[in-house]
């Protein structure tokens, strides 16, 4: 069965910028959902930003105008690019797939998490 290989995470300082990747290890057949999650300490994990098959694109309002969601089909890959990253996005990022045809046969898949750090 397929895995999601999470790396990029790490140390920055306020208003720096990280990178994460999300690399698909075997196949995922017919992804119909891609999207970030992430958890701080403390708190639930949230929703931060989803991607459709189609391209669009939607993110959660603390992180609009700062963060991008992409996917590589070639790369098998899902990239969270983190722009002017503020204290309160320190948290355990997880990407996340769902495939499968059928409403009652969907598989969901998460990565290992990855963890970023904002701190002078």
């Known amino acids: 069965q397929a895995q999601l290989l999470e790396s990029g995470g790490g140390l920055v300082q306020p208003g720096g910028s990280l990178t994460l990747s999300c690399t698909v290890s075997g196949s995922i057949y ?14 639930q994990r949230e929703l931060v930003t989803a991607l459709t098959p189609r391209g669009d694109a939607t ?6 105008g700062r963060f991008t969601i992409s996917r590589d089909r070639d790369k098998k890959t899902l990239y969270l690019q983190m722009n002017n990253l503020k204290s309160e996005d320190t948290a355990v990022y997880y990407c996340y797939h769902r495939g ?5 046969q969907l598989t969901e898949y998460w990565g290992q998490g990855t963890q970023v750090t904002v701190s002078s």
């Open 30 to 43: 017919n992804i119909n959902a891609l999207a970030w999650y992430r958890r701080a300490p403390g708190n």
């Open 59 to 64: 993110y959660e309002d603390s992180v609009k």
């Open 100 to 104: 499968g045809w059928r409403s009652d």
